[in-house]
């Protein structure tokens, strides 16, 4: 096994996790936890993060746009995460893996003690063999929804536990040159040697479900990078492509730390 690679953290997003329609992507669910599974099998150390939990109550109730009311939004969020994690559990269980529900916010972060008492629960799970699987704790973290986003998250998950890679997820193969959306000659690029460098190549979010898009993503690299975590964005649509960039081959964009 690449030791190097041992202790990963997985980001997904919304609109990796659901369909255009709204309704959730029951075949990337499974895909997620069919290779995590394995990897953990394997020997690997997963932890998941996901968003979804708003995206998914908006399937489930019908709403076509996400709200923008907090109270609205983060009552969505509570009824979403209750049934993401119901899928999850079920998916993990057809693999013989067992989950755990992680949410958090900022203070279980920046308060040192809570930090430390959320890093032993983690590397317990682990040691228990289980997968955490980690979100905001939306319904009482206000600026979380406001203006909050899970590409921060997983890289702030990624650096308390010392993971050795963080992958994120997303509607897009990587970080390009230009909007690919907009613009047909835009070229991946495939590694990344100095954030500072791409900065302004970063467009904004690609669906109208998640909260993110490359600028958080780069924040997300830069949060890892100077935690001496590498951290690669890859295209969701493949979940299996997570097989290869453990190891080392080129996928995506590689936001290299030294
Ligand atoms: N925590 C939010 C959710 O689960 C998503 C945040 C994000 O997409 O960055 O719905």
Do not use: W
Not at 225 to 230: D, L, M, V
Request: net charge negative; charged share 25%; with cysteine.
């Amino acid at each position: 096994m690449n030791r190097k690679n041992k202790r990963i953290v997985v980001k997904v997003g919304t609109s990796t996790l659901t369909y255009d329609t709204g309704k959730i992507n029951i075949r990337r669910i499974n895909d997620l936890a069919r290779v995590l599974s394995d990897l953990r099998n394997s020997g690997y150390e997963v932890i998941l993060v996901s968003s979804g939990a708003i995206g998914v109550a908006m399937g489930k109730l019908g709403y076509s746009k996400k709200p923008t009311d907090t109270k609205v939004k983060q009552s969505l969020a509570a009824v979403g995460q209750c049934e993401l994690m119901a899928l999850y559990d079920r998916m993990f269980s057809e693999y013989h893996n067992t989950v755990a529900q992680i949410l958090l916010t900022r203070s279980d972060i920046d308060i040192e003690k809570r930090k430390q008492h959320t890093k032993d629960t983690f590397n317990t799970l682990l040691e228990m063999g289980i997968i955490p699987i980690v979100n905001e704790n939306d319904t009482v973290s206000v600026e979380e929804i406001e203006i909050g986003d899970n590409d921060s998250l997983s890289a702030i998950v990624a650096k308390v536990v010392e993971a050795d890679l963080l992958v994120l997820f997303s509607d897009i193969d990587g970080l390009f040159d230009s909007d690919p959306r907009k613009n047909p000659d835009a070229h991946l690029i495939s590694r990344v040697e100095d954030i500072e460098t791409v900065k302004n190549t970063a467009g904004g979010a690609g669906s109208n479900v998640g909260t993110g898009g490359m600028v958080t993503k780069i924040e997300a690299a830069k949060i890892a990078n100077s935690a001496g975590i590498s951290m690669i964005i890859a295209n969701g649509n493949n979940i299996d492509a997570l097989y290869d960039l453990i190891e080392g081959k080129k996928v995506g964009t590689l936001f290299k730390a030294y």
